[in-house]
């Protein structure tokens, strides 16, 4: 019922820029948080960024300086602003959102399908 859709992925040259965005719909009541993780081939997933609700700001320390989260509440999209991309960067990026249905609820964290970036000279 709850949908996450990233876009924005493809292919770039090291120390490029891309931006990645994302839009959750369905029955959602209140967002607690949302973020962008990476999983490279052969690596576990990891976090990239994620931002609260209230506008707080979580990085890896390797994208901390060159990467930038944001978010719309009323929109429930949040983008990711990536700069001086490097080899290491390459993965398949994720978009969660952490969310509660109905006042008074439980959250619970959905996923999207994700969206390739190749960053390759």
């Known amino acids: 019922q709850v949908q996450v859709v990233e876009s924005g992925g493809g292919l770039v040259q090291p120390g490029g820029s891309l931006r990645l965005s994302c839009v959750v719909s369905?029955?959602?009541?209140?967002?607690?948080?949302m973020g962008w993780y990476r999983q490279a081939p052969g690596k576990q997933r990891e976090l990239v960024a994620t931002?609260?609700?209230?506008?707080?700001?979580n990085y890896a320390d390797s994208v901390k300086g060159r990467f930038t989260i944001s978010g719309d509440n009323a929109k429930n999209t949040v983008d990711l602003q990536m700069n001086s991309l490097k080899d290491e960067d390459t993965a398949v990026y994720f978009c969660?959102?952490?969310?509660?249905?109905?006042?008074?609820?439980?959250?619970?964290?959905?996923w999207g399908q994700g969206t390739q970036v190749t960053v390759s000279s």
């Open positions: 931002i609260t609700r209230g506008g707080d700001t």
């Open positions: 969660s959102a952490n969310y509660v249905s109905h006042s008074g609820g439980w959250y619970t964290t959905a």
């Open positions: 369905g029955s959602i009541f209140s967002i607690n948080f």
